[in-house]
């Protein structure tokens, strides 16, 4: 059974990633829910369903963020929720765990974001729980490295089950050097795919 002796054991999933139903997010989540023991629902932030998923947060004892990095920052489409989060104050406020994951090999790079996400916690009196560091983005999901990724988020989906919360983190075991190297390949093979050379993707201009 997937509870954890009272019926508070429940967890939202909620993918916050500006591009979520295609997202290397969804995949974390997925992952998760396979780990977790107790009752879980998986939900997408949306523009359109702020309000619903702030009216369903009550009935959980647990969310999970999960949502990648951008620019050092947590991505505006999921500011946009939490913003309506503060407006809209659940009875019961359950606590808030993270998954994030970022493309630079380091899992420190998403310690801001982390930081910005406990500070809403406890300004907005949310208990606050695991966070789960990845770095190397969606190579460590491609790649046998996998198998690390999986163990983390075993422990983490363990410490919200047994409610010992704790920080973990993961990446690819491999140099910078060799990591860049590699990013490097792979983005330059995926332009000459799509017809973009190497010096094209280089310039600043997005077209």
Request: hydrophobic letters at 40%.
């Amino acid at each position: 059974s997937k509870q954890r002796g009272d019926s508070m054991g429940k967890v939202m999933i909620i993918n916050a990633s500006p591009r979520a139903p295609k997202s290397n997010s969804k995949q974390y989540a997925q992952l998760f829910s396979e780990y977790c023991r107790l009752d879980t629902e998986y939900c997408e932030v949306k523009k359109s369903n702020h309000l619903t998923l702030c009216q369903m947060i009550e009935n959980y004892s647990d969310i999970v963020f999960v949502f990648p990095l951008y620019a050092d920052s947590i991505p505006v489409t999921f500011l946009n929720f939490l913003k309506a989060l503060e407006e809209n104050v659940p009875l019961k406020k359950p606590t808030i765990s993270v998954v994030i994951n970022c493309g630079f090999i380091e899992p420190y790079q998403n310690d801001i974001a982390v930081k910005m996400l406990q500070l809403f916690a406890k300004k907005n009196g949310y208990p606050f729980g695991s966070v789960l560091k990845i770095g190397s983005g969606e190579a460590i999901l491609t790649t046998p490295f996998r198998i690390f990724l999986k163990a983390r988020m075993k422990k983490f989906a363990i410490s919200i089950e047994k409610q010992k919360y704790n920080n973990f983190q993961v990446t690819m075991p491999i140099s910078k050097k060799m990591f860049i190297k590699a990013s490097t390949a792979y983005w330059t093979n995926y332009g000459k795919k799509n017809g973009i050379s190497k010096e094209q993707m280089e310039i600043m201009e997005i077209e």
